[in-house]
C-alpha cells in the first residue's frame, strides 16, 4: 500500500470511465429500455474540487445519455468522450489537450472495455465490484462500489497526499 501512496503523489490528472465507475452497473430502464444513469453527489463534490484545485479531468464512456454529459459538464469537466469505442485514443487525444504525460494519470475502471486504457496510464485504479480481470491489473481497488463514492475515494486521496485537500484558501472561497 505505501508504493500506492507514492504514486499518488505523482497524478497530475484523472479519467473516469461512466457505468459502474460514475455510475452504478446495475440500473432501472427507462421507457424506452435504456438504463437510467446514476450520479453520486460525493462524487460530483470530489470532481468539483479537483477542478478547482487545477487537475484536468476527462470521462470516456462508449455510451451517451446526453443527460450524463450535462451533469458533467455543469460540474466543470471539459472533456467528456462518449460513443468511445477506442478509448485509448479519447486518452491520448486529452493527454495532448492538456499536456500531461500518461504516467501521470489516474484512471478508473470497472470492466473489461477499459482493459487497453488501464495499462496505458501510471495508476490504473478500479472500484471494489469491479470485474476480476480489471482488479489484477490495477494497482488500487477502492473500499466502495462503482457509483457509491469510489471516485470520491481516489480524488480525496490524490489531493490528500499533495496537501491540497480542504486548504484555507478553498474553505474561505465561494466555491465551497
Known amino acids: ?65 446526453e443527460r450524463v454529459r450535462l451533469r458533467y459538464e455543469k460540474l466543470g469537466v471539459e472533456h467528456y468522450y462518449d460513443k468511445a469505442r477506442d478509448k485509448v485514443a479519447c486518452l491520448n487525444d486529452f493527454l495532448e489537450k492538456v499536456n500531461v504525460a500518461p504516467e501521470d494519470v489516474l484512471f478508473m475502471g470497472d470492466d473489461l472495455v477499459d482493459f487497453r486504457v488501464m495499462h496505458a496510464v501510471g495508476l490504473p485504479t478500479c472500484p471494489k465490484d469491479a470485474v476480476t480481470d480489471i482488479k489484477d491489473i490495477s494497482k488500487y481497488i477502492s473500499d466502495k462500489n462503482g457509483g457509491e463514492g469510489c471516485v470520491r475515494d481516489v480524488i480525496e486521496q490524490v489531493l490528500k497526499a499533495q496537501h491540497k485537500w480542504f486548504t484555507p484558501e478553498m474553505l474561505n472561497s465561494r466555491a465551497f
Open 1 to 65: 500500500m505505501s508504493f500506492f501512496k507514492e504514486e499518488l503523489a505523482r497524478v497530475k490528472a484523472f479519467v473516469f470511465d461512466v457505468d459502474g465507475v460514475l455510475s452504478k452497473d446495475v440500473s432501472p430502464l427507462n421507457e424506452d429500455g435504456d438504463p437510467i444513469r446514476t450520479a453520486n453527489v460525493k462524487d460530483g463534490f470530489a470532481i468539483r474540487s479537483a477542478i478547482k484545485a487545477g487537475y484536468p479531468i476527462a470521462i470516456i464512456t462508449g455510451g451517451y445519455i
